[in-house]
């Protein structure tokens, strides 16, 4: 079966400290990566997605992500974390460009001052 | 706005009542997705749409869930009989055809009292 997996339910860092977020995946064949953020009240906003090609791909407000495939991972990156990045992130991954998409279970950022 | 928009925001209703949630996708996007979020989970896909026909639904999706799209555009998710374990956040997502990225509305909160 499909899985995506965020094995960190809970991560504190400090403002201006670099930040990695795990995703691991479980397909088949190479998923669609994504990468979401939800903050309080909010939906769910796209950060960056991988298809093929370079495995480091950049995203919106400073993020980035690297997909491994060896490791069966997509992991998250910011080199200089801010306060207003706190908030719940999600890693979720698809089969092809039609398919629903699978969500791992969220790892909720703290960013202390 | 151009965005994907839910109504209602919040939903309260008592044990054994019906609802109704409605989603406006983003106008020319063919697929519409709907996702149960609880708390403390990453999203779960329940079904979705392309144009008007249903092409997938999940067995989360009960006999007392129902979906439509009558004319490809709106959709509306019906819960009957309502049950205190349907609380939970719904969210719609929609995308284009032929491009994975899905875009997501700010979700209907069900409580269940």
């Known amino acids: 079966a499909q899985s995506v997996t965020q094995p960190d339910i809970h991560i504190t860092v400090s403002e201006g400290a670099s930040l990695e977020l795990r995703c691991n995946y479980s397909y088949g064949a190479t998923p669609y990566l994504f990468w979401y953020v939800q903050s309080p009240g909010q939906g769910l906003q796209l950060l960056l997605k991988y298809f093929s090609g370079d495995t480091l791909v950049q995203g919106i407000k400073g993020f980035e992500a690297e997909f491994k495939r060896s490791q069966s991972s997509f992991n998250l990156r910011k080199p200089s974390v801010h306060w207003s990045d706190a908030a719940e992130y999600f890693c979720a991954g698809s089969r092809d460009t039609a398919s629903k998409l699978t969500f791992g279970t969220g790892t909720r950022l703290q960013v202390t001052l | 706005d151009t965005g994907v928009s839910q109504n209602p925001r919040h939903k309260i209703t008592k044990r054994g009542q019906n609802v109704t949630f409605r989603c406006d996708p983003i106008?020319?996007?063919?697929?519409l997705y709907w996702y149960r979020q609880t708390l403390g989970q990453g999203p779960e896909f329940l079904t979705y749409?392309?144009?008007?026909?249903?092409?997938?639904k999940s067995r989360l999706l009960s006999d007392r869930f129902s979906a439509e799209r009558p004319k490809g555009s709106f959709s509306t998710l019906e819960i009957q009989r309502t049950e205190q374990g349907d609380s939970a956040m719904y969210l719609c997502?929609?995308?284009?055809?032929?491009?994975?990225?899905?875009?997501f509305g700010p979700g209907t909160r069900l409580t269940v009292l």
């Open positions: 997502a929609s995308s284009l055809l032929g491009v994975s990225e899905q875009f």
């Open positions: 749409f392309q144009n008007e026909a249903q092409l997938e």
């Open positions: 106008s020319e996007h063919n697929r």
